[in-house]
């Protein structure tokens, strides 16, 4: 069929950057996989009107922010997935660890409007029609969000020692 095809097609680019998408929202790398693949199992059930929808990202990007608010709403967490078990562990690879780890904790403490914006911005380099589409705000919305996320950003230690300052 034409549309499992496309549909193929669609999720061979564009997994990468939904799973770090779903990484920088918060989630681990384990979760964060779980999390794209129930958003694009959603997806391939509606695919039809996702690809009618005008701007295909923006639509799987909204029903992946609506799948990660919804996982986060549950009471229970039980079993934590994790991609490779201990005793197959390969090379220590902390290079990065204190990086990625600063700029964690710079976005742990944006809200969750706020570090959505600048996820959906920086990240999956969303316009701002698409961000106010995929957030369901105006425009300008996304804008003071944006601005806001940057000022707490640029203020942060963390980030002012990654830029070496």
């Avoid at 220590?92 to 710079?106: H, L, S, V, Y």
Wanted: hydrophobic fraction near 45%; include cysteine; glycine fraction near 4%.
């Amino acid at each position: 069929m034409a549309g499992d095809s496309d549909f193929g097609e669609y999720v061979a680019a564009r997994w990468p950057g939904l799973v770090r998408s779903a990484v920088l929202l918060g989630c681990t790398r384990p979760e964060a996989e779980d999390l794209v693949q129930t958003t694009l199992e959603r997806c391939l059930v509606k695919w039809t009107k996702v690809r009618a929808a005008d701007d295909r990202d923006a639509y799987v990007h909204r029903v992946l922010l609506n799948v990660f608010i919804s996982a986060r709403r549950r009471r229970w967490i039980g079993e934590r997935p994790v991609s490779v078990l201990p005793e197959h562990a390969g090379p220590d690879e902390t290079a990065n660890i204190d990086d990625t780890d600063a700029m964690m904790r710079a976005l742990d403490r944006l809200s969750t409007d706020q570090r959505a914006a600048v996820v959906l911005r920086y990240y999956a380099r969303l316009t701002d029609a698409q961000i106010a589409s995929v957030l369901d705000v105006a425009v300008g919305t996304v804008k003071s969000r944006l601005s806001r996320a940057v000022k707490v950003l640029a203020q942060d230690p963390d980030v002012a020692e990654l830029r070496g300052t």
